[in-house]
């Protein structure tokens, strides 16, 4: 169909674009990451999110060379912020089940850090927690072998998923991110929010990196933090932005 036709054509004709949102330590005020999500500048339509064509790609066979091409996308922009003279920031990457459940995958992931001279440490990888009930065991090979090459692996949307807890510490996972819902739930900052406290309790428990999520307020942050969440990642720092902007902001810090 034309949509299919369309995004073979955005592949072969550069049209996908990574922006970047980055992840901030309220602690020390300073960005330590962001997360890559992708978009699709669209010649009619204008800039898609992901949400808007992922689905669609996912359903039609396209998950995969749209995922060979994140990849490298990925570890371009992270060599060109590199050769910019920057401090080390890891990017993290959304990965689709279709791509991890080919066999191949963990070699591209090899394949691509070599080639492009990246370390590994530079890299997080973002699971669901569905990724971890459909196959578990061939899940936590792939995942050992990532862990074991360097890159770290975060849940996403931490608590809205189907695994049931005793997988969790099965699994080698750095980092919990707490999902926006959860966020978006706290409107007063002396309130009590027991899913978050709960999630936050379990990382500390399992000794995991934390990020919230969809972060929008003061009041949201402020609760978090005296909670024990200190990184954020959320409109009330920053949206998605593009390499040529993230770069902006990351030197501006520096
Ligand atoms: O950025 P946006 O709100 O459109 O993202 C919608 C969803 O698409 C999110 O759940 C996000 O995890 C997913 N997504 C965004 N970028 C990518 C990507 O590059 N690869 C994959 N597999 N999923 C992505
Ligand atoms: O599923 P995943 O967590 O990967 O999805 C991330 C999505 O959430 C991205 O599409 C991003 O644009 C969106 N997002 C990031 N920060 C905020 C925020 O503060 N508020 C809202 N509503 N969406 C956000
Ligand atoms: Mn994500
Ligand atoms: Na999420």
Same mark, same amino acid.
């Given at each position: 169909i034309a949509l299919e036709q369309a995004l073979r054509k955005a592949l072969e004709h +550069? /049209?996908?674009e990574m922006y970047y949102q980055p992840q901030v330590d309220v602690s020390s005020g300073r960005i330590i990451g962001a997360e890559g999500l992708m978009r699709w500048n669209h010649p009619q339509r204008g800039l898609l999110s992901a949400g808007e064509f992922l689905p669609f790609a996912e359903e039609n066979g396209l998950m995969l060379p749209i995922s060979d091409w994140m990849l490298g996308a990925l570890c371009r922009d992270l060599l060109q912020w590199n050769a910019a003279g920057g401090e080390a920031i890891r990017l993290s990457l959304n990965l689709s089940p279709q791509y991890l459940d080919r066999g191949d995958f963990f070699e591209k992931m090899r394949g691509a850090l070599t080639r492009y001279g990246i370390s590994p440490a530079? @890299? /997080?990888v973002e699971i669901t927690e569905n990724i971890c009930i459909r196959n578990p065991q061939y899940a936590i090979e792939q995942l050992n072998k990532l862990c074991q090459l360097g890159v770290s692996v975060a849940i996403d949307d931490f608590g809205t998923g189907y695994s049931s807890l005793a997988y969790l510490h099965r699994f080698p996972i750095h980092t919990i991110k707490i999902d926006q819902s959860f966020v978006k739930e @706290? !409107?007063? /900052? +002396?309130? !009590?929010?027991p899913v978050i406290l709960a999630i936050i309790s379990i990382a500390r428990g399992l000794g995991l990196h934390l990020v919230a999520e969809g972060v929008e307020t003061d009041i949201q942050a402020r609760y978090l933090e005296a909670n024990g969440c200190s990184t954020m990642q959320g409109y009330l720092y920053h949206r998605p932005i593009s390499l040529a902007s993230f770069i902006e902001v990351l030197q501006e810090q520096s």
């Open positions: +550069n /049209e996908l530079q @890299i /997080e @706290i !409107h007063d /900052e +002396n309130g !009590h929010y």
